[in-house]
């Protein structure tokens, strides 16, 4: 069980409508649950839907593990439920039969994890689970999220040497739209030619790795999302595909 994604007794109970905030420590108190035969006393006792065995006064509870997937987002397609009329969505992607396991367990809809631009290509995490994708998304919990670019103009070996150091301090952002000015956090921007690197940020505001590259001259012209926490999106999918996460990768989002 070591290193597997588990989660807290009391979310479970809720997000499956079995108990409410307020009644799930009187529920542990008053009633005989168990987990693997043991029982449990403590709301935040973690667990894991895919292994353990749960029951409530003796009465084994089936409750359908969360969905989890990967995909590799494909260029040209929307993280929206539904078709603009010129771009697909990714959600048209995704195999059928996970929509109908989400509805045939009374899960919640299937969503991304944050989203991607229209352009951008890589890993995109889909799941039913909405506090998993509070926490994942959440800047506050400061998840890593690591992006391939390509940039418009060259720079300097000088050049990008002085981008390192600003973008490892964090700089004025200008707004955009409707987006507000920032500044950007600290992040980590390595380099593997004179126009192509790797950028690692700890936080999602709108079109922020564009825009950050334009604060400081140049033009971001391919993005891709190559991994979040520690997990690397799995190049063996092609763009638009998608796999399950199995309970280790899923531990290493928040690694």
């Known amino acids: 069980m070591n290193g597997l994604f588990k989660e807290r007794l009391d979310t479970v109970f809720i997000r499956r409508g079995i108990s409410t905030h307020r009644r799930v420590r009187r529920l542990l108190q008053k009633h005989n649950v168990c987990v693997n035969g043991s029982r449990v006393l403590e709301s935040g006792f973690r667990l894991n839907l895919t292994l353990d ?6 009465i084994k509870k089936n409750l359908a ?3 989890y997937l990967m995909m590799n987002k494909q260029a040209d397609s929307i993280c929206s439920t539904k078709d603009d009329g010129l771009y697909k969505t990714v959600y048209s992607f995704v195999p059928k039969k996970y929509f109908e396991y989400a509805k045939e367990n009374s899960l919640q809809k299937i969503h991304t994890v944050g989203r991607l631009d229209t352009d951008t290509e890589g890993l995109l995490i889909f799941t039913t689970n909405g506090d998993f994708s509070h926490s994942l998304a959440n800047p506050l919990f400061h998840v890593k999220k690591t992006y391939y670019v390509e940039l418009e103009k060259t720079e300097s070996e000088a050049q990008r ?11 004025f952002i200008p ?14 921007l390595e380099w593997n030619s004179e126009s192509s690197c790797r950028l690692t940020i700890t936080e999602g505001k709108f079109h922020q790795v564009k825009r950050m590259f334009s604060a400081q001259g140049n033009k971001v ?14 190049e063996k999918l092609a763009p638009g595909n998608s796999r399950e996460l199995s309970n280790e990768e899923l531990s290493l989002l928040f690694k």
């Open 53 to 58: 065995k749960i029951s409530i006064d003796g």
């Open 65 to 67: 593990p969360d969905i």
């Open 161 to 171: 040497k002085i981008l390192e150091e600003k973008f490892s301090e964090g700089f």
């Open 175 to 188: 707004e955009e739209k409707n987006e507000k000015e920032f500044i950007s956090r600290p992040s980590i």
């Open 221 to 234: 012209v391919f993005l891709k999302r190559i991994s979040i926490g520690s997990l690397a999106l799995d």
